[in-house]
């Protein structure tokens, strides 16, 4: 599976930003998807997850803000993200599972800085 994010860059506490993972390589519905980010001097920490079947988790920190999605039939996951603040700035990871043999993805990461 290819992992490839977008949508990340700066913007003010309060604003929002949607990131798009387009995947290819793979049966895309056949994936767990997720978003993880990384924080400067931080371990990457898990934001969001959706099930093959559309089951979602949220991080705590990030619940009633961010909604994570997934279009099947354009092979996308977005992570949608509301009320921006200044800790949720990182680099933020596009993440795939395959359901079948748990093998695991990642995409180059794209970086999302809130100002203050």
């Known amino acids: 599976v290819q992992l490839q994010a977008s949508g990340g860059g700066l913007v003010q506490a309060g604003g929002s930003l949607r990131l798009s993972c387009a995947a290819s390589?793979?049966?895309?519905?056949?994936?767990?998807m997720g978003w993880y980010r990384q924080a400067p001097g931080k371990q990457r920490e898990l934001v969001a997850r959706?099930?093959?079947?559309?089951?979602?988790n949220y991080a705590d920190s990030v619940k009633g803000r961010f909604t994570i999605s997934r279009d099947n039939a354009k092979n996308t996951v977005y992570l949608q993200m509301n009320s921006l603040k200044p800790e949720d700035t990182a680099v933020y990871y596009c993440?795939?599972?395959?359901?079948?043999?748990?093998?695991?993805?990642w995409g180059p990461g794209t970086q999302v800085t809130v100002s203050s």
């Open positions: 390589g793979s049966i895309f519905s056949a994936n767990h």
């Open positions: 959706i099930t093959s079947g559309g089951s979602t």
């Open positions: 993440h795939a599972r395959r359901v079948a043999t748990s093998l695991e993805y």
